[in-house]
Nanobody
Framework: QVQLVESGGGLVQPGGSLRLSCAAS????????MGWYRQAPGKQRELVAF???????NYADSVKGRFTISRDNAKNTVYLQMNSLNSDDTAVYYC??????????????WGQGTQVTVSS
């Protein structure tokens, strides 16, 4: 089992920035990819970004150029730097971990979620 603990959510004004962190523990050897999903009120959960152990990344079109995912393998931690935030980014953000094959990510473990609210 892999346990994921997120931090860094909160309230931010439009145009502002936030950085989310997610620390993994447990059977880390069973995963090679970590990522973030989000779910806004009344909407389906959607993929935001993921990063493989080698450092290659994928992003949703809606966040490209604004969000950056990174990881510190020594700390088993993944980060999501979010810039130029707008109201459409308001959601609960979920950290996850799993495997990726042929450019598709299969999350197997999920964090509890952290709220990000973009509002003036």
């Amino acid at each position: 089992q892999v346990q994921l603990v997120e931090s860094g959510g909160g309230l931010v004004q439009p145009g502002g920035s936030l950085r989310l962190s997610c620390a993994a523990s447990g059977t880390i050897f069973s995963i090679d990819t970590m990522g973030w999903y989000r779910q806004a009120p009344g909407k389906q959960r959607e993929l935001v970004a993921f990063i493989r152990s080698g450092g290659s990344t994928n992003y949703a079109d809606s966040v490209k150029g604004r969000f950056t995912i990174s990881r510190d393998n020594a700390k088993n931690t993944v980060y999501l730097q979010m810039n130029s935030l707008n109201s459409d980014d308001t959601a609960v953000y979920y950290c996850n971990a799993g495997k990726s094959y042929s450019n598709t990510y299969y999350p197997a473990y999920w964090g509890q979620g952290t709220q990000v609210t973009v509002s003036s």
